[in-house]
């Protein structure tokens, strides 16, 4: 699967409809808009399974629709399938002439529009509107229009099946404290009536399948659903891919707390062998390989805060022994452990990952509640229901949206700071003037330039984040989500218009140890050695280093992050905490109740390398940055152990999740199995928060360059997401071979 | 007290138990012509290897990883090079990382004086311990050194309770005939107090430093990797001769 969906095609009648329905809608109220464009697209934009599956829920982006992330955020459209240079299709003039007043509606009326149209100037002029993908980010920060990061209450779902919503809305819809809270209950009960009509639909599409045992059972499922809550395991997880196929949500969440109990009931009482349940599970990993991104589609295990332990420990075992079976970049399976959690998890986790799978990632709950606590300054129980989304940011489990909103790009911003608010490779301005490396004479004034930089765009950005989930609140409901939130159907208001009970977001780092690095360069050889001056430095940045090899030399041999060197760390430390505080004290001229830093990692490391001018750490203009809290390519030269302990420094308390990629070489792990084991157990002593390994081996990384069609099994993990090396494009193939492999 | 090292490598795995730090100290009286690491040969510093260093720098790094030692039994290994080549230096970490409760190794040629080797005893838990040719004449030839002095280190060793795992590195065609292995076998038996013998099988890693210190790689030595058959044949050996101990490292 490509790592950037495309869109799918339902033609112009369908965007004609959708666009009428929207139209119509809008002349009475966002819910009732949101009802009528949604039944348009259920069931239409459903996908009929296929004779090997036993699941249903798959769909469609088509060109205009209504999500909260995929396609576009709310109402959006696309208009990429007909026009441009990649023009899927050729249409007649008199339709492109209808496409195209389709297109100039949406060019005001798309929610994203919307959101940047809300923007004041202060954020305009910071914020860059051009976001456009990731092809060229020359702008140091830019706002991303989606609502990522939502977690619905499965378990509310499950426990009580579509009966039992429908029952507590229409108790609800009686009482309704005013006009709004009955528009939004009216909106909510038609939600939910809409899983009906598209489980209806699914039966109709299964009926059609050729008879088979898998057949048989899906119907069975699917017309359960229709007469009450989940009693079977292959119930329960069938419904939750639907919903979450509905509500284009793409996370699952604590699936062992939701799904351990039918699974056990299942197992005890023979309706299904632990068979059965794997070719299920195999069966929801291949629908969710192909349907979702590979930043997403997160499944969470064990930790701390489920009530289910010995039931959940049961579906944890299953979900890692069904990616064990498989070789698939998805889902993205994560294990959050304690000490005294049932070893066998972990322990199972180990082996898993050691045979190459690069999931489950490791979240270690003994650093990370207490922090998620003081980070999101949530109570210890509600800290307990972190989840890790996408590419590892955390929210609180249906209590909170981690969406990020905003992306920076800290090495940038060091640039800037250098060179009087002006890029390096086009001396275009794109920050205020806080100096210039050449009259600084202490690293304080490159420093106090730097931060000014950085808070120059959270600024914006935390005003920019408020405005986002303003403008979507207003305009839409996304009425199912808010039925399985928390607090929204009490308080009568849907998830972004007063219903979420924490409304806060992250921010997106990019650039930030490499930064450090740079910085612990600058000041070892300029301020402290006097070595060369800044001016020089200067000048060979700006040449990319070319024809400057021996001030090139003593740049890329300061001291570095990842090999548990004092200065570098204490100074990685320093631009972590700056980057940390300064987004949660721009949070506080808005009403987000957070807003936290994330240091993850989707391929934006290497998009955003392109556009990165050289940098004082040593790397070259186009080089990838490093990717989330790991070291710089080959610059953890140190040993495995040096790697970690430098990863385990930054304070955790103060963001809201840091990924960390280790590449280890094949053999260790197959080799030494105890040793490795006893090594990531050490991290974690040590207050390592979160791991995520590839284990592989260069050799193997090599050949498969050469013949690809040989190392169609040979997964890595790329910085928050896992992939087919073979899948990757040429740049970030060579950023993963770039890392050490210890 | 200063010295000249070439790297502090942590988590190493392969020289000795556990997970260890491995100090590379520069100098050698030996010119093994399989030497993998003959950036470590000469005492001087060169250009793009060797640094001067305090010892308490070394055992301040050491010591960040206590935690992955204990729980692994692991420790610090001096490697070279011959680290008893800067024996004042040598003695002086190992001295200190005993303090601190660490384990301590030392990967050793046994070509150093005696008088080394009893202040060495006192501060070394266990010794990684080199043979690496049977017969005089071609341990002189291919090592550059004679093999008595070796072998009275290892006598003295063994008869102070030192804990010693012996390493044998085996080249194909160059020191692995049957005599060798043979002796091999039979020291198994002879020195029931060794804890392991190690075969280490050459590999062409080495090569690019030669490459970067514009010295030839010696043209008798293997092309490639051992091959696996070359590893079974040994394993087999030893399995024959009702070895024990041996343990075919990678």
């Known amino acids: ?742 | 007290m200063n010295g000249i090292i070439t790297d502090i490598f942590r988590t190493s795995i392969v020289d000795g138990p556990g997970i260890r730090t491995t100090v590379f100290l520069k100098g050698c009286q030996l010119r093994c012509i399989w030497c993998h690491n003959p950036e470590t040969q000469s005492m001087k510093i060169e250009k793009d290897y060797g640094r001067l260093i305090d010892s308490e720098t070394i055992v301040a790094e050491c010591v960040k990883d206590r935690i992955y030692y204990d729980e692994t039994d692991g420790g610090v290994t001096l490697s070279g090079g011959e680290p008893l080549m800067q024996p004042d230096f040598a003695l002086e970490i190992l001295k200190r990382l005993k303090e601190l409760g660490i384990h301590t190794t030392l990967d050793t040629t046994g070509v150093a004086k005696i008088s080394i080797y009893k202040k060495a005893l006192k501060v070394t838990d266990l010794f990684l311990f080199d043979y690496k040719v049977t017969d005089s004449k071609s341990h002189f030839s291919l090592t550059g050194s004679r093999k008595e002095p070796i072998m009275d280190t290892f006598n003295f060793l063994i008869s102070n309770n030192a804990k010693i795992i012996l390493r044998c590195p085996m080249i194909p065609g160059v020191n692995d005939e049957v005599e060798h292995l043979t002796t091999i076998s039979e020291m198994e038996f002879k020195y029931p107090s060794l804890v392991e013998i190690n075969i280490l099988p050459y590999h062409t890693m080495g090569n690019a430093k030669y490459e970067k210190l514009g010295r030839p790689v010696d043209p008798s030595l293997p092309k490639e990797n051992i091959p696996n058959k070359l590893k079974e044949y040994y394993l087999s050996f030893f399995k024959i001769r009702g070895n024990k101990k041996v343990i075919l490292k990678d």
Not at chain 1, 56 to 66: A, Q
Not at chain 1, 83 to 112: P, Q, R
Not at chain 1, 601 to 621: I, P
Request: a negative charge.
């Open chain 1, 1 to 742: 699967m490509a790592t950037k969906r495309e869109i799918d095609m339902l033609g112009l009648d369908y965007a004609l409809k959708f666009t009428a329905a929207y139209q119509q809608g809008s002349k009475q109220n966002k819910y009732i808009r949101e009802t009528l464009c949604e039944d348009l697209q259920f069931p239409a934009v459903l996908v009929s399974p296929r004779t090997t599956d036993i699941l249903c829920g798959k769909r469609m982006y088509p060109e205009v629709g209504y999500s909260p992330q995929y396609g576009g955020m709310g109402y959006y459209f696309d208009a990429t399938s007909w026009e441009g240079e990649n023009a899927v299709v050729n249409y007649t003039s008199d339709e492109l002439l209808e496409w195209n007043s389709l297109k100039k509606f949406w060019e005001t009326e798309a929610t994203a529009v919307k959101c940047f149209n809300s923007f004041s100037y202060e954020i305009k002029n910071r914020l860059w509107d051009k976001y456009d993908g990731g092809n060229v980010l020359r702008h140091p920060a830019y706002p991303l229009y989606r609502m990522a990061g939502l977690q619905m209450d499965y378990k509310k779902l499950i426990d009580n099946g579509i009966i039992g919503l429908e029952l507590e809305i229409n108790q609800l819809i009686e009482k309704a404290k005013d006009d709004e809270a009955k528009m939004f209950y009216t909106s909510a009960i038609k939600s939910v009536k809409r899983i009906r009509t598209c489980i209806s639909h699914y039966i109709l599409d299964a009926e059609k399948l050729p008879a088979t045992e898998k057949k048989r059972k899906m119907v069975a499922a699917l017309s359960g659903l229709l007469d009450h809550a989940p009693k079977t395991f292959h119930e329960g997880i069938q419904l939750i891919l639907l919903v979450q196929t509905i509500t284009g949500t793409i996370n699952f969440g604590r699936m062992d707390i939701v799904l351990g109990n039918l699974l056990v009931n299942d197992l005890d009482n023979n309706v299904m062998t632990w068979e059965e349940g794997i070719e299920i599970m195999q069966n929801f990993y291949t629908i969710l390989e192909e349907e979702i991104w590979h930043f997403d589609a997160r499944i969470i295990v064990g930790g701390l805060g489920r009530t289910n332990v010995a039931a959940a420990d049961k579906f944890a075992m299953l979900a890692m022994e069904t990616t064990d079976s498989l070789s698939l970049p998805m889902p993205q399976v994560s294990l959050r452990f304690y000490e005294g959690q049932n070893p066998e998890l972990l322990e199972k986790a180990y082996d898993v990952i050691g045979n190459g799978k690069t999931f489950p990632m490791l979240y270690n709950d003994d650093v990370n509640v207490s922090a998620v606590e003081k980070a999101f300054h949530v109570d210890r129980q509600t800290a307990e229901q972190y989840l890790p989304f996408g590419c590892g940011e955390y929210m609180i489990d249906k209590q909170s949206c981690g969406t990020p909103n905003v992306i920076i790009n800290l090495q940038r911003c060091l640039e800037l700071a250098m060179n009087n608010g002006r890029c390096l490779r086009f001396n275009d301005q794109r920050s205020p003037d806080y100096g210039n490396i050449e009259t600084y004479t202490n690293i304080e004034q490159l420093w106090s330039a730097y931060e000014n930089t950085v808070n120059y765009f959270l600024e914006a950005g935390a005003k920019g984040q408020e405005s986002i989930y303003k403008i979507t609140g207003q305009e839409c409901p996304f009425s199912l989500i808010s039925v399985l939130y928390d607090d929204c159907l009490a308080a009568g208001r849907s998830i972004f218009d007063g219903g979420i009970k924490y409304l806060g977001g992250t921010c997106e780092t990019y650039g930030n140890n490499n930064t450090a690095d740079s910085l612990t360069a600058i000041d070892e050889l300029i301020f402290k050695a006097s070595k060369y001056s800044g001016a020089e430095l200067l000048t060979a940045l700006k040449a990319n280093w070319e024809d400057f090899d021996s001030i090139h030399k003593s740049f890329k041999d300061a001291p570095k992050f990842g090999n548990d060197n004092d200065i570098a760390d204490a100074m990685q430390a320093r631009v972590h905490e700056q980057v940390c505080l300064g987004t949660t004290t721009a949070a506080k001229e808005t009403s987000l109740h957070h807003w936290l830093v994330v240091i993850i990692n989707n391929n934006h490391n290497t998009l955003w390398g392109k556009e990165t001018s050289a940098s004082a750490d040593g790397r070259k203009n186009g080089e990838p940055l490093a990717p989330g809290n790991s070291a710089s390519a080959g610059a953890d030269k140190s040993g495995l152990s040096a790697l970690l302990n430098s990863q385990a420094k930054p304070d955790p308390t103060i963001h809201a999740g840091a990924v960390h990629n280790v590449k280890l070489s094949a053999n260790f792990p197959k080799k030494n199995r105890n040793l490795y084991h006893s090594l990531f157990r050490s991290y974690f002593k040590k207050g390592g928060t979160q791991t995520m390994v590839t284990v592989t081996s260069r050799a193997d990384l090599e050949a498969a360059l050469e013949t690809p069609e040989k190392y169609a099994n040979l997964l890595v993990r790329v910085g928050g997401f896992s992939a087919r090396f073979i899948d990757l494009d040429k740049p970030t193939q060579m950023e993963i071979l770039s890392r050490t492999e210890h």
